[in-house]
Nanobody, 124 residues
Framework: QVQLAESGGGLVQAGGSLRLSCPAS????????MGWFRQGPGKEREFVAA????????FYTDSVKGRFRISRDNAENAVYLQMNNLKLEDTAVYYC?????????????????WGQGTQVTVSS
């Protein structure tokens, strides 16, 4: 069993930055994949970024490439999302998730454990 707890959300002006953190309690195996999803008002939950725990290979949705960076700290058992040049459309609840599959799958149903979410609001 793994528990995830996101933090770092908040209110930021467009063009600003935020760093989300997600420490995990429990064991993260080398074959696991950690990811970030978001759900905006009236929208479905969507994939944002993911990282393979052992290899460190990263994946991003097109809308955040060049602005967001996912990273992990194996010693701290945590994953992070650095978000730069934030836009109004980045406003959403951001969720940390863990997939027990060693193959990347961007669908929310492919992830087995979820945090409670942290609100990110970008203002003009």
């Amino acid at each position: 069993q793994v528990q995830l707890a996101e933090s770092g959300g908040g209110l930021v002006q467009a063009g600003g930055s935020l760093r989300l953190s997600c420490p995990a309690s429990g064991t993260i195996y080398s074959s696991d994949i950690m990811g970030w999803f978001r759900q905006g008002p009236g929208k479905e939950r969507e994939f944002v970024a993911a990282i393979m725990w052992r290899l460190g290979k990263t994946f991003y949705t097109d809308s955040v490439k060049g602005r967001f960076r996912i990273s992990r700290d194996n010693a701290e058992n945590a994953v992070y999302l650095q978000m730069n040049n934030l836009k109004l459309e980045d406003t959403a609840v951001y969720y940390c998730a863990l997939s027990k599959s060693e193959y990347i799958d961007y669908r929310p149903e492919a992830f087995d454990y979820w945090g409670q979410g942290t609100q990110v609001t970008v203002s003009s």
